[in-house]
C-alpha cells in the first residue's frame, strides 16, 4: 500500500482533515522521482489531492451562500481558507516548480504546461493571504446584499422577490416598487463604498506585490488571458457603441411607442409592452426543474440525463429566501465530478433562462470530467460561458408546452423574443461594467474615491446606455457598479460574458440550419476542456473568436431578423 491508497475518496472525510493530515501527499510528490515513465502517475496522484483541494473549498463557499447569516459556516470556510488553502497553495508552488524543472512534456499538456509557467512566475508568498482576505470581503458584500429587504403591503420581501412587481401593468405601481427596491439598495451606499475601498487597496497590494505595473496587468496574467489583450476589449465596446447601440436604441423605442409613454423610464422596462399577462412559466421550484429537465432532453437525449442526475443528487438549490446570497452560478464539485447550481428563482421567465444558462454551465462540468487531470479543467471563463449562453439559445426551439416546456406557442415565441432582444440589450450593459473595471484599474487613485467611481459609470452609462428616460434618478443611476456583484468578487470577469456571446449566437446560427449538428458540434468543443487554446475551443464549439463590428453586425441582423419573424408569427 502506497501513502495515496490512504487518500479519501470524498470530500466529507477530506474536508475534516486538518493540515498536518494532508501535508505528507504533498510531501510524497516533491520527493518522488519525476520521468517519463512516472508522470503520468505523479499528475494523476497530484490531481486526486487537487480535486480534494478544490472540492473542499466549493462545498463549504456554497453553504455559505446558501445562509449568508450562518456564522459557523463562515467561521468553517474562513478556517479552510487560512489553515488549508493558504499552506495548499504554497505547496502547490513546489510542485509547479517541480515539474517544470523536469523539462517532461506529458501528451495533450501543452496548454496546461504554459499555463502553470504562468501560474509559477506569478505565484507570490506574500500574497496567499491576501487572497484570502480577498475571499473574505466577497463574503462580507454577500451578507450585505442577502439583508437587503422592504416591506411590500405588510409583507417583507427581498430585493429579488421585488422582480415581479415590475411587470405590474399599473406604471405607477411598478414605479413604486422599483424606487423602494432600489431605494434599498442605496442605503447601503456608505458601506458598500467602504468595501470597494478595501478591495481596490487589497488588490493594488497583490499586483505590486507581483511586479505588476497595474492590476488589471496581474489580472490578465492570473486569468491566462493569452488570446487577446485590454486593447482588444476597448476595441470591443468601441465596436458595441458603432454597431450595438444603436439597436438596442431601436428596442427601446419601440418599446417606448408600444407603451404609449413619453420616455422609456427605467420601471418600464420589463412590463408587457402590449399590456398581456406576464409570463408565468412555474409557481413551484419543482415545476421550473422538471420543465428544464424535459427541455434539455429535446436539446438532447444525454443532457438530459445530466440534470436528471443532478436533480436526483440535490445539486440544485433554486428559491429565494431571505438570508441567501444574489445571483447565481455554476460550481464543480471535483473529486465527485458533479456540478451544483444556485440561484434566486421568483416565478419569471428570467429564471428560466438563468437554470438553462447554469445548465449550459453543469453540461461543461459534465462533459469534461472526463479528462484526467486536474489542469485539464482550469479552462477560461470565456469558453465557460459559451457553454451557458449557447444552451440558452439551443433550448429556445422547446420552450412550448408542445415540446414539454412551458408555454403555449404564442408564449413561447414571446418568451424567444424577449430573450434575443435582451440579448442585444446585453452587450452595451456589458461594455460599461468592463469599460468601468479598465478605468478603476488603470486609474487607481481617482478609483478609491466612490464619487469619482459614480462620475466614471454614470460617463460610461451616458456612452453605452442610451433610450432610457434617468431624469432624477442621478443617485441610482451613477452607484450602478454597487449592484454589480462582478465588480465586488469577480474582477474582469464581465467581457468574458460579452465575448461568449458573440461564439454563442453563432452556434445558435449552426442550429438555425441544422441543430443536431450544431448541438453536437458544442458538445465536443465542451468536452475538450483546457486542451485547447481559446480561439481553438471557439472553432470547436461551432463558432469564431471575434471582437469586430463586422462580426457583430452580422449577429445584430440575424437577432432582429428573427425577432421581426417571431413577432409576425
Known amino acids: 500500500m502506497t501513502l495515496f491508497d490512504t487518500l479519501p475518496h470524498d470530500s466529507a472525510t477530506f474536508i475534516t482533515w486538518q493540515w498536518a493530515q494532508i501535508e505528507p501527499f504533498y510531501n510524497e510528490l516533491a520527493a518522488r522521482p519525476l520521468n517519463a515513465a512516472s508522470v503520468n502517475v505523479w499528475l494523476a496522484d497530484w490531481t486526486r489531492l487537487q480535486n480534494l483541494i478544490n472540492e473542499g473549498h466549493a462545498r463549504l463557499f456554497v453553504a455559505t451562500t446558501l445562509?449568508?447569516?450562518?456564522?459557523?459556516?463562515?467561521?468553517?470556510?474562513?478556517?479552510?481558507?487560512?489553515?488549508?488553502?493558504?499552506?495548499?497553495?504554497?505547496?502547490?508552488?513546489?510542485?509547479?516548480?517541480?515539474?517544470?524543472?523536469?523539462?517532461?512534456?506529458?501528451?495533450?499538456?501543452?496548454?496546461?504546461?504554459?499555463?502553470?509557467?504562468?501560474?509559477?512566475?506569478?505565484f507570490r508568498e506574500v500574497n496567499i493571504p491576501l487572497f484570502t482576505q480577498e475571499e473574505k470581503l466577497a463574503n462580507e458584500f454577500n451578507q450585505v446584499i442577502g439583508a437587503q429587504t422592504v416591506e411590500w403591503e405588510g409583507e417583507e420581501r427581498t430585493i429579488p422577490q421585488m422582480r415581479p412587481l415590475y411587470l405590474h401593468h399599473?406604471?405607477?405601481?411598478?414605479?413604486?416598487?422599483?424606487?423602494?427596491?432600489?431605494?434599498?439598495?442605496?442605503?447601503?451606499?456608505?458601506?458598500?463604498?467602504?468595501?470597494?475601498?478595501?478591495?481596490?487597496?487589497?488588490?493594488?497590494?497583490?499586483?505590486a506585490n507581483a511586479d505588476c505595473a497595474t492590476y488589471r496587468d496581474f489580472r490578465w496574467k492570473a486569468m491566462k488571458r493569452f488570446d487577446y489583450t485590454p486593447q482588444d476589449c476597448l476595441d470591443f465596446g468601441d465596436a458595441i457603441e458603432q454597431v450595438v447601440v444603436p439597436a438596442a436604441e431601436r428596442i427601446y423605442e419601440r418599446r417606448r411607442a408600444r407603451l404609449g409613454v413619453e420616455t422609456l423610464r427605467p420601471w418600464d422596462l420589463d412590463v408587457d409592452p402590449f399590456g398581456r399577462p406576464a409570463l408565468k412559466p412555474f409557481s413551484a421550484v419543482e415545476d421550473l426543474e422538471s420543465k428544464c429537465e424535459a427541455i434539455f432532453k429535446r436539446v438532447d437525449p444525454q443532457l438530459g440525463d445530466y440534470f436528471t442526475i443532478m436533480r436526483r443528487e440535490g445539486l440544485l438549490d433554486l428559491d429565494n429566501r431571505k438570508g441567501k446570497a444574489p445571483g447565481g452560478y455554476q460550481i464543480d464539485f471535483r473529486t465527485a465530478k458533479r456540478p451544483f447550481i444556485f440561484m434566486n428563482a421568483v416565478g419569471l421567465h428570467d429564471d428560466v433562462q438563468t437554470l438553462l444558462h447554469e445548465g449550459g454551465h453543469a453540461f461543461h462540468c459534465f462533459e469534461s470530467s472526463r479528462l484526467p487531470y486536474a489542469q485539464h479543467l482550469e479552462f477560461g471563463n470565456e469558453i465557460a460561458e459559451v457553454a451557458s449562453m449557447s444552451m440558452e439559445l439551443l433550448a429556445a426551439p422547446y420552450l412550448s408546452e408542445h415540446e414539454g416546456g412551458f408555454y403555449s406557442a404564442a408564449d413561447a415565441a414571446r418568451a424567444r423574443v424577449q430573450h434575443l432582444e435582451n440579448l442585444v440589450l446585453f452587450w452595451p450593459y456589458m461594455a460599461v461594467v468592463d469599460g468601468f473595471q479598465h478605468w478603476a484599474y488603470t486609474h487607481a487613485d481617482a478609483a478609491a474615491d466612490p464619487k469619482q467611481c459614480d462620475a466614471a459609470w454614470g460617463a460610461l452609462w451616458d456612452r453605452f446606455m442610451r433610450g432610457v428616460d434617468w431624469s432624477g434618478l442621478d443617485d441610482l443611476r451613477v452607484t450602478g457598479w454597487q449592484r454589480k456583484v462582478h465588480i465586488f468578487d469577480s474582477p474582469f470577469y464581465y467581457v468574458d460574458y460579452g465575448l461568449a456571446q458573440v461564439g454563442a449566437v453563432q452556434i445558435w446560427r449552426n442550429a438555425l440550419q441544422d441543430q443536431a449538428a450544431a448541438v453536437q458540434q458544442y458538445r465536443h468543443g465542451l468536452s475538450l476542456g483546457a486542451t485547447r487554446s481559446l480561439r481553438e475551443l471557439f472553432t470547436a464549439a461551432g463558432g469564431s473568436f471575434a471582437t469586430d463590428a463586422t462580426t457583430l453586425g452580422e449577429l445584430v441582423a440575424l437577432v432582429e431578423e428573427t425577432v421581426d419573424g417571431l413577432e409576425m408569427a
Open 67 to 122: 445562509n449568508t447569516t450562518d456564522q459557523d459556516v463562515e467561521s468553517r470556510f474562513h478556517h479552510y481558507l487560512e489553515h488549508i488553502e493558504e499552506p495548499a497553495e504554497m505547496a502547490e508552488q513546489r510542485l509547479r516548480e517541480k515539474l517544470l524543472a523536469s523539462q517532461l512534456e506529458p501528451e495533450n499538456f501543452d496548454i496546461a504546461l504554459r499555463d502553470l509557467r504562468t501560474d509559477a512566475a506569478l
Open 170 to 207: 399599473d406604471r405607477a405601481e411598478r414605479e413604486r416598487a422599483w424606487r423602494l427596491a432600489l431605494g434599498r439598495q442605496l442605503a447601503d451606499r456608505e458601506r458598500l463604498n467602504d468595501l470597494w475601498r478595501q478591495f481596490l487597496a487589497l488588490r493594488l497590494r497583490i499586483a
